[in-house]
């Protein structure tokens, strides 16, 4: 049966409030599961991931990415010469990936699996009970089963003195960038920061500069990514300052035309101890917060972290309820949309279970949940050179106690990287549990390692055994061939000792 927009209607098995990736994927498993569904979205179905995130920062980061493979292959390069993208036909394509923000198509394929879709802001007013409001209406609907909360987060605004009057870029601006300033200040230095370097320097702008109060870019990354890509970089011209923290922006003419054009006049950016740097526009890319606010949490007696989040358990039920579900960024586990996605998967089957009274202990995502979201979130940051990572780094893993081994090297050598780029700049690092002879982390800093990623996630989540994975063979000429070298120089290093 095909769904509504909007139905007359006040009850349904489920109700799900947040129609990014997360929500959307819940909905589609219940309606499977033969309930009835209700999703709420008070913007767009689709979510931050669709239109403002993930699919408009990589339609601007891919073609930046070719112009520079070019650059680095004899008989490429000489039809680059030198130059940098076409911004309007990179920006009029991602336009073209984010649907120009209609979406239709996400709602047609909602209602085409049954779901209906109710427009309007949902917020908990009572258990499993929704208040949906809309254009100064609304209306209180009810779920038989559960309660589903993915609002996702929002953008973080740090304390500094005239940040927020100077009305600064944020993430949806530079996502979905108009106009593409001559001089920009980022301030952060994490993966947001970074992925927008990478682009908006594609893009044309001229003078770049990164400023943040850290020593080093991704500091939760292995400390090598960072590096990596800070000498990146500065070898295409972009300023890194570290160890500089902003303390406060000014911009005497304000004029917000809308998201990513120019928000006013030229912005003074005070640095360290009164260094003033100028630009045309400054970014904010200092992490998310959770959207926990205003949802109605304290009708049900649901309290937050210090940082806003909502714990769950391994079934995504917020402890002590059967019929409450948070997924995505705001239960705090992975802010992922690949994450959100497996914890809308995990709740659907529970939620599923539930409802037809079926036992929940031998599922089989028992055992590896915790395990996928606090040891094995694989991610990948789409700058130039990429980092792949997945489980924990080398630090993580001695704060655990684990007993550790490390094998880390460059890719020079491999024929597979010789034949990517004629400068293949790139490193990789394995970090073994001595006790269990498995991986527990594996990061890749290189172009193109995004796709060696998935091959480290299977053996961190499987406790795959490195015996065995010295006979996954790697293909010839292809940097996949990392793990050979890797795991050679793993076995020598054990022969000798």
């Not at 499977?32 to 920062?57: F, H, I, K, N, T």
């Amino acid at each position: 049966m095909a769904g509504s927009v909007n139905p007359a209607r006040s009850e349904w098995d489920v109700i799900v409030v947040g129609g990014a990736p997360p929500g959307e994927t819940i909905s589609l498993y219940s309606s499977q599961a033969g309930l009835s569904v209700a999703l709420v979205e008070q913007d767009r179905v689709g979510g931050e991931c669709l239109y403002w995130a993930c699919m408009p920062s990589k339609a601007l980061l891919l073609p930046v990415q070719a112009r520079n493979l070019a650059v680095d292959l004899p008989g490429m390069r000489q039809l680059v010469n030198g130059r940098r993208v076409d911004a309007d036909a990179v920006m009029a394509r991602r336009d073209e990936i984010t649907y120009h923000h209609d979406d239709k198509q996400s709602v047609d394929v909602m209602l085409s699996n049954g779901v209906d879709v109710l427009r309007g802001r949902g917020r908990l007013a009572a258990p499993r009970t929704v208040e949906v409001s809309d254009n100064g209406r609304t209306r209180e609907i009810t779920a038989r089963a559960a309660v589903v909360l993915a609002p996702g987060t929002d953008s973080a605004m740090p304390p500094i003195a005239g940040l927020a009057d100077a009305k600064p870029w944020r993430s949806r601006d530079v996502t979905n960038v108009h106009e593409v300033p001559r001089r920009v200040v980022v301030i952060g230095g994490g993966i947001v920061a970074c992925e927008a370097a990478t682009w908006l320097r594609g893009l044309g702008v001229e003078e770049l500069t990164l400023v943040f109060p850290g020593e080093r870019l991704m500091a939760m990354k292995e400390p090598f990514a960072g590096d990596l890509v800070r000498e990146a970089f500065e070898a295409d011209g972009i300023v890194v300052r570290t160890g500089t923290p902003v303390t406060a922006v000014a911009r005497e003419r304000v004029d917000d035309r809308g998201i990513g054009r120019r928000h006013g006049g030229p912005v003074t950016v005070t640095v360290g101890e009164g260094e003033q740097i100028v630009a045309d526009e400054v970014l904010v890319a200092t992490g998310r917060v959770p959207n926990s606010r205003e949802i109605g949490l304290d009708t049900v007696d649901v309290a937050t972290t210090s940082r806003g989040f909502v714990e769950v358990d391994d079934h995504m039920t917020v402890p002590g309820t059967d019929w409450l579900y948070v997924l995505g960024d705001l239960n705090g586990r992975a802010l992922l949309t690949h994450m959100g996605k497996y914890h809308a998967r995990i709740a659907g089957e529970v939620i599923a279970a539930r409802a037809a009274g079926r036992p929940l202990d031998d599922r089989p995502y028992n055992p590896y949940t915790d395990l996928a979201d606090r040891d094995g979130a694989p991610q990948v940051v789409f700058c130039d050179p990429e980092v792949a990572s997945v489980g924990l780094t080398e630090a993580e893993a001695r704060d655990r106690g684990i007993a550790v081994e490390m094998v880390e090297r460059d890719f020079a050598g491999i024929d597979g990287a010789r034949l990517a780029r004629e400068h293949y700049v790139g490193r990789a690092k394995l970090v073994l549990d001595r006790a269990g002879d498995t991986l527990v982390g594996a990061t890749f800093v290189g172009p193109g390692v995004s796709e060696l990623l998935h091959a480290a996630t299977v053996a961190v989540i499987g406790r795959v055994p490195v015996g065995a994975l010295r006979h996954a063979v790697a293909s010839f000429p292809t940097i996949s061939e990392i793990w050979l070298y890797l795991l050679e120089e793993l076995r020598a290093a054990r022969s000798a000792a």
